[in-house]
């Protein structure tokens, strides 16, 4: 199969297809697997190995959009070899195809804080269902949906209104979904002081993974971090994440001081946690001071609440499209015209800081 020939989408226009890597140890898994990709013309499987180093050789010398990895493999684990992997190609989407990295445990979060784009769990060898190849499809396609065979969102962006920056800081949100941990990391990488404010972060995660995301985060980071709880009063220098069944809002307590209100209902595109819910929240109590950070992720989720920061004299900053797993939330806000800047993670907390005009 010629992995560079485009084919064509339902629209008419030519798509190139994904070149495939699959990385597993059993040969009757990675036959199924490449049999299930290949019955779908978005897919080219151009090569199958059941080790970490067989599959870095390769990628020495061919690109590929995807790699289909497994946890255990002879010699080099697939998360050991997870950020080599990365590094041979910084473009390519790695999706985790394992029976031993289940959603929610540590393997799974440490996968995706390393820079894994996906976890998928695995079926036994002799118990590959009726649902799971077109749910394995499903799931690789929603990490190409910004193929050139879409609509792209314009490329250099200006805001549509300028910037207000006499308003001091109060108050950072930052939203993310597929490819958030990695992204995040870097976020605080370039983090080099404190803000001296609160820090509230939706991250795309079901509700198994919440324990171990936060404590991943706080292996990234200086500041404090803890899942977000309703009734507590925000304190500065400190993340609060919110739940994976509960959207992180705010509301005013005692003596006027913002405290967190959780909130159980999904928004309107299915989220929860929302991206939009917790920045409308911050525009309601902080106006002005709020701040929110889009980065990567699939769909809309944060462009409705990132426009209620900016009607209230806030400001949005947005990852791009260079460095994000997939340019679906960020490229939304910034088609929207509602970002004052775009940039790649490890620059944004620097930036933030100066906007935001913050003593370190």
Request: glycine residues 10%.
């Amino acid at each position: 199969m010629t992995a560079m020939v485009p084919i064509m989408s339902s629209d008419r226009r030519a798509t190139p297809v994904i070149r495939t890597l699959v990385v597993d140890d059993s040969v009757v898994v990675r036959t199924v697997i490449g049999r299930i990709l290949e019955s779908n013309p978005a897919f080219a499987v151009v090569h199958k190995t059941n080790s970490a180093e067989h599959a870095l050789g390769y990628l020495a010398e061919n690109a590929v959009d995807l790699v289909l990895l497994d946890i255990e493999l002879p010699g080099q684990s697939g998360l050991a070899a997870l950020p080599q992997i990365l590094s041979a190609n910084p473009q390519v989407k790695v999706a985790i195809l394992s029976g031993k990295c289940e959603e929610g445990s540590a393997a799974a979060v440490e996968a995706l804080a390393l820079g894994a784009s996906d976890i998928l769990s695995k079926p036994g060898s002799g118990s590959f269902g009726e649902q799971f190849p077109s749910a394995l499809i499903d799931r690789l396609m929603r990490l190409f949906s910004d193929r050139p065979a879409a609509t792209p969102l314009p490329r250099t962006i200006v805001p549509t209104t300028p910037v207000p920056a006499a308003a001091p800081l109060a108050c950072l949100g930052i939203g993310a979904s597929t490819g958030g941990i990695h992204a995040l990391g870097q976020l605080f990488e370039g983090l080099s002081a404190p803000l001296g404010v609160p820090l509230l972060l939706t991250q795309h995660l079901p509700a198994s993974f919440t324990v171990y995301f936060a404590q991943q985060l706080a292996r990234m980071t200086s500041l404090r971090v803890k899942v977000a709880e309703m009734g507590e009063a925000l304190m500065p220098d400190t993340v609060y994440v919110a739940p994976g069944d509960a959207n992180l809002q705010l509301r005013r307590g005692l003596h006027g001081r913002v405290i967190v209100a959780l909130s159980p209902e999904r928004t309107p595109a299915g989220n929860l946690p929302g991206v939009d819910p917790m920045f409308s929240s911050m525009a309601e109590m902080y106006g002005a001071g709020a701040a929110g950070v889009v980065l990567t992720g699939m769909g809309r989720d944060g462009t409705m609440g990132a426009r209620d920061i900016v009607a209230a004299g806030g400001w949005i900053v947005a990852q791009d499209e260079a460095s994000s797993v997939v340019w679906g939330m960020p490229g939304s806000v910034a088609g929207a015209g509602l970002t004052c800047s775009i940039m790649e993670p490890v620059a944004i907390m620097d930036f933030v800081a100066r906007r935001g005009r913050v003593a370190g």
